[in-house]
Nanobody
Framework: QVQLAESGGGLVQPGGSLTLSCTAS????????LAWYRQVPGTQRELVAN???????SYGNHMLGRITISRDNAKKSITLQMNDLKPEDTAVYYC????????????WGAGTRVTISS
């Protein structure tokens, strides 16, 4: 069993920056991806980015060029640095762990709200 604890959401003005952090408890395995997703009410949850144990990153389509994601395997954590934030980035951001080779192995954090507004 894995639990994911997120922190770092809040209210930011357009053009500002925000850092989200997530720490996993439990056992992680070599195939596990750690990821950030986001969801606007009424829409599907979408990938922001994920990173594997080797540091290989896959990005979603919506924040490319404005984010930096990093993973610390020793701390079982993932950090998302978001820059030049826009009102359309307002969403609930979820930490995720998944094994792409085992569809049963998927865990979600409770989510942290990010609001971009002046």
């Amino acid at each position: 069993q894995v639990q994911l604890a997120e922190s770092g959401g809040g209210l930011v003005q357009p053009g500002g920056s925000l850092t989200l952090s997530c720490t996993a408890s439990g056992t992680l395995f070599e195939d596990d991806l750690l990821a950030w997703y986001r969801q606007v009410p009424g829409t599907q949850r979408e990938l922001v980015a994920n990173v594997d144990i080797h540091g290989t990153i896959s990005y979603g389509n919506h924040m490319l060029g404005r984010i930096t994601i990093s993973r610390d395997n020793a701390k079982k954590s993932i950090t998302l640095q978001m820059n030049d934030l826009k009102p359309e980035d307002t969403a609930v951001y979820y930490c995720n762990l998944n094994d792409p080779f085992d569809v049963r192995r998927v865990y979600w954090g409770a989510g942290t709200r990010v609001t971009i507004s002046s």
